[in-house]
């Protein structure tokens, strides 16, 4: 049986499928053609890249993805000063480049990288729409992760998975 603290590990580690990361990207290109980004960067809390979309050739992606993690940590302990749990968006601006950054589902930071060819609410107002997007994402990737352990928890797939393996072992070489 798996001890609490396993699970809790295990529901915070961003493992994602194939049809996952198809489905993020798919946000997030929606996202882009919508709002008029440049580029659209999914980073976990921890600073790790998940994907990316849009123009990231210039973009040094592990620096920013770093920064970008840094900077929302930053900013809860600010939020905890207000009263508040944390912030769900921050906004840098700078002379022709912005930086919007949403929380998504507790657990990623979607980024925005823009310039002055669209506008703060556009990016914002698409940004928060693709967040509970891919909000909604996660949550049914983590239901579908607690519906496998759970299911493999029930099943006797280990026990014979164990009785097969030493039945295979004692043909090769031997029972005594």
């Not at 700078?94 to 609410?121: C, I, M, P, W, Y």
């Amino acid at each position: 049986m798996t001890s609490r603290s396993d699970q809790s590990l295990r529901d915070e580690a961003l493992v994602f499928y194939e049809e996952d990361i198809a489905a993020i990207q798919s946000i997030l290109d929606a996202f882009l053609k919508k709002s008029g980004a440049h580029c659209a960067l999914l980073v976990d809390k921890d600073g790790h890249m998940i994907t990316s979309r849009g123009r990231t050739q210039n973009v040094d992606l592990d620096t920013i993805s770093a920064l970008v993690a840094g900077s929302f940590a930053a900013t809860k302990l600010l939020a905890h000063q207000f009263g508040e749990d944390e912030f769900t968006a921050l906004f840098h601006q700078g002379k022709g480049r912005n930086l919007q950054l949403s929380l998504v589902a507790d657990r990623a930071l979607l980024t925005a990288l823009f310039g002055d060819e669209t506008t703060v609410g556009m990016v914002r107002l698409y940004a928060t729409e693709a967040a509970k997007r891919l909000t909604d994402i996660f949550h049914e990737h983590v239901q579908r992760e607690r519906a496998a352990d759970e299911e493999c928890a029930t099943s006797d797939a280990p026990d014979t998975f164990l009785g097969e393996s030493s039945s295979a072992l004692d043909d090769m070489f031997g029972n005594d």
